[in-house]
């Protein structure tokens, strides 16, 4: 098992979990990651590497594979294309120059390709932590590369595993919330895709595909668009860039939020739409394995609120829009299942008669799909991506010599809307820390609990120091939940060039004494 990216025992514990089962059954662990997490102490191998350095670490790795002949020959020919470009970019990645990169021992680096290489099933976990960089979708084509190369894909217990940073991440994205697809992925640009959901809906659709959540808030502010409506999410306090989050919200003729609880974004909105919890509502939620699961009303909803779905329902009709009159969540299943092959088997009957259903799941009598490309890839050849290292786009400087790390930690969850509010939690975890190395916090002349200011080109915030030798140093760490020293005001909004996600992970920040 390679975990790349991923405060697993933190954010997914089910999984960390059965990671523990298989190492207690033999299995080997190797954790990659900048910060010593709590996984690292189970690991037998702890890759520690710089910020940022993902891409020179997996062609390092995969140099090796080569060179020690740990690749699977048959796979790369028959299943794949591309290698030969891979092959020649990896070339220059030698020990020394992989180690320089990254600051990862040549040991450590040539122990990982043998371990990984040797093993004669293996998978690679990653969540956020490769994937929220301006170089995030490279990191994710290189983890790709690796299990590729190594014929670690279409086999149990192999593959490329995301773990999904919350709940129904999957099924949202399965969904169509994205930009550029429909349902089950489905391209808006694609011929073959609009006309069976222009014939169903009874409008004509664009082929241009939509904004992104950043793209958004930059032409809100640049006044081209007027109205948004924000449906649970907390973009005041998850987005990057604050300041420039809150003009935009602010620049808008219509905000509509449509929440559980008075977030700060709500804070803004013209119109509020109370939704209900996930506990006083029928639906489903497809989990991080494709799994769909089944959600069933435990109470009425209480107050005004509604379910999400009955809200955009009514919306809908208030507008005059067609195609809306659900009366129960199992007539949307059915329209999602008229659309989407991937999901066109699975049906509220076969859920509530227990079937384990994960997509594609192509028809009624098809048992799901419990692991994917076990007859090859959809597009016929898995394909190689041959790419260069590129630095973050911001990196340290004189006057901002630390690289400032977001994430989460395991009492809270992301803005902190729900869980800031159990008093249990707020116990454990009371407020946010900056994480910091003692060499550092002495060198600044920082002590254990002591106010500090950190500064970046777009922000501050107070916030006390714990020392740690969790971060490295020239490293910090502060966690996202916490709107008192709301750490989104200091990083940077610009985004990796293809999947337009932002970089929360490489941030350069000063650091002051006091406040």
Same mark, same amino acid.
Request: hydrophobic share 40%.
């Given at each position: 098992?390679?975990?790349?990216?991923?405060?697993?025992?933190?954010?997914?514990? %089910?999984?960390?979990?059965?990671?523990?089962?298989?190492?207690?059954?033999?299995?080997?662990?190797?954790?990659?990651?900048?910060?010593?997490?709590?996984?690292?102490?189970?690991a037998?191998?702890?890759?520690?590497?710089?910020?940022?350095?993902?891409?020179?670490?997996?062609?390092?790795?995969?140099?090796?594979?080569?060179?020690?002949?740990?690749?699977?020959?048959?796979?790369?020919?028959?299943?794949?294309?591309?290698?030969?470009?891979?092959?020649?970019?990896?070339?220059?990645?030698?020990?020394?120059?992989?180690?320089?990169?990254?600051?990862?021992?040549?040991?450590?680096?040539?122990?990982?390709?043998?371990?990984?290489?040797?093993a004669?099933?293996?998978?690679?976990?990653?969540?956020?932590?490769?994937?929220?960089?301006?170089?995030?979708?490279?990191?994710?084509?290189?983890?790709?590369?690796?299990?590729?190369?190594?014929?670690?894909?279409?086999?149990?217990?192999?593959?490329?595993?995301?773990?999904?940073g919350?709940?129904?991440?999957?099924?949202a994205?399965?969904?169509?919330?994205?930009?550029?697809?429909?349902?089950?992925?489905?391209?808006?640009?694609?011929?073959?895709?609009? =006309?069976?959901?222009?014939?169903?809906?009874? @409008?004509?659709?664009?082929?241009?595909?939509?904004?992104?959540?950043?793209?958004?808030?930059?032409?809100?502010?640049?006044?081209?668009?007027?109205?948004?409506?924000?449906?649970?999410?907390?973009?005041?306090?998850?987005?990057?860039?604050?300041?420039?989050?809150?003009?935009?919200?602010?620049?808008?003729?219509?905000?509509?939020?449509?929440? %559980?609880?008075?977030?700060?974004? /709500?804070?803004l909105?013209?119109?509020?739409?109370?939704?209900?919890?996930?506990?006083?509502?029928?639906?489903?939620?497809?989990?991080?394995?494709?799994?769909?699961?089944?959600?069933?009303?435990?109470?009425?909803?209480?107050?005004?609120?509604?379910?999400?779905?009955?809200i955009?329902?009514?919306l809908?009709?208030?507008?005059?829009?067609?195609?809306?009159?659900? /009366?129960?969540?199992?007539?949307?299943?059915?329209?999602?299942?008229?659309?989407?092959?991937?999901?066109?088997?699975?049906?509220?009957d076969?859920?509530?008669?227990?079937?384990?259903?994960?997509?594609?799941?192509?028809?009624?009598?098809?048992?799901?799909?419990?692991?994917?490309?076990?007859?090859?890839?959809?597009?016929?050849?898995?394909?190689?991506?041959?790419?260069?290292?590129?630095?973050?786009?911001?990196?340290?400087?004189?006057?901002?010599p630390?690289?400032?790390?977001?994430?989460?930690? =395991?009492?809270?969850?992301?803005?902190?809307?729900?869980?800031?509010?159990?008093d249990?939690?707020?116990?454990?975890?009371?407020?946010?820390?900056?994480?910091?190395?003692?060499e550092?916090?002495?060198?600044?002349?920082?002590?254990?609990?002591?106010?500090?200011?950190?500064?970046?080109?777009?922000?501050?915030?107070?916030?006390?120091?714990?020392?740690?030798?969790?971060?490295?140093?020239?490293?910090?760490?502060?966690?996202?939940?916490?709107?008192?020293?709301?750490?989104?005001?200091?990083?940077?909004?610009?985004?990796?060039?293809?999947?337009?996600?932002?970089?929360?992970? @490489?941030?350069?920040?000063?650091?002051?004494?006091?406040?």
């Open positions: 098992m390679l975990v790349i990216g991923s405060n697993t025992t933190g954010q997914h514990p %089910i999984i960390s979990g059965r990671m523990m089962k298989a190492k207690n059954k033999g299995a080997k662990l190797i954790v990659v990651d900048t910060r010593k997490i709590p996984l690292t102490e189970y037998d191998i702890f890759v520690n590497l710089k910020p940022g350095t993902n891409v020179a670490f997996l062609n390092g790795i995969l140099h090796i594979l080569i060179w020690e002949n740990l690749i699977d020959h048959e796979f790369i020919r028959d299943k794949t294309e591309g290698f030969e470009a891979l092959k020649e970019k990896v070339r220059g990645y030698t020990l020394e120059k992989v180690s320089d990169i990254t600051g990862v021992s040549q040991d450590i680096l040539k122990q990982t390709a043998l371990t990984f290489g040797g004669e099933k293996a998978m690679i976990f990653y969540a956020m932590g490769i994937t929220q960089h301006t170089t995030g979708t490279d990191n994710v084509k290189a983890v790709a590369n690796l299990a590729m190369a190594t014929g670690n894909v279409g086999r149990p217990f192999t593959g490329v595993n995301p773990l999904r919350q709940n129904n991440v999957q099924g994205c399965d969904m169509g919330a994205l930009p550029n697809v429909m349902t089950g992925y489905q391209p808006v640009a694609n011929l073959d895709v609009r =006309p069976r959901f222009e014939g169903h809906w009874g @409008v004509p659709l664009s082929e241009t595909p939509g904004l992104t959540l950043v793209e958004m808030m930059a032409s809100a502010r640049k006044g081209r668009l007027k109205g948004m409506i924000v449906m649970g999410e907390n973009p005041m306090m998850s987005d990057p860039d604050t300041r420039h989050v809150q003009q935009a919200l602010e620049s808008l003729d219509l905000l509509v939020v449509q929440d %559980i609880f008075m977030t700060e974004t /709500a804070q909105a013209h119109v509020l739409l109370p939704a209900c919890t996930f506990a006083e509502k029928e639906g489903t939620f497809t989990n991080t394995d494709r799994r769909v699961q089944r959600v069933r009303e435990a109470i009425s909803p209480m107050g005004e609120s509604k379910p999400d779905w009955r955009i329902s009514e809908a009709d208030v507008m005059n829009a067609p195609g809306f009159d659900f /009366a129960t969540p199992k007539e949307i299943m059915e329209e999602i299942a008229f659309l989407t092959p991937s999901y066109a088997g699975i049906t509220y076969r859920l509530d008669n227990g079937e384990v259903l994960s997509w594609p799941c192509p028809n009624k009598d098809h048992p799901g799909t419990p692991f994917l490309y076990e007859n090859g890839f959809a597009r016929g050849r898995g394909i190689f991506s041959a790419m260069d290292y590129m630095p973050p786009a911001e990196l340290p400087d004189q006057d901002y630390y690289i400032l790390s977001t994430g989460r930690i =395991p009492f809270h969850y992301h803005g902190g809307s729900m869980t800031r509010r159990i249990v939690l707020n116990r454990e975890a009371p407020e946010a820390l900056m994480n910091i190395h003692p550092d916090a002495d060198r600044l002349g920082i002590n254990e609990g002591q106010m500090v200011t950190v500064r970046s080109r777009r922000g501050e915030i107070a916030i006390k120091a714990a020392k740690t030798d969790e971060v490295q140093p020239g490293s910090i760490f502060i966690p996202m939940h916490f709107a008192e020293c709301a750490v989104n005001k200091l990083t940077d909004s610009r985004v990796e060039a293809q999947a337009k996600i932002p970089d929360f992970k @490489v941030c350069a920040v000063n650091i002051g004494i006091g406040n």
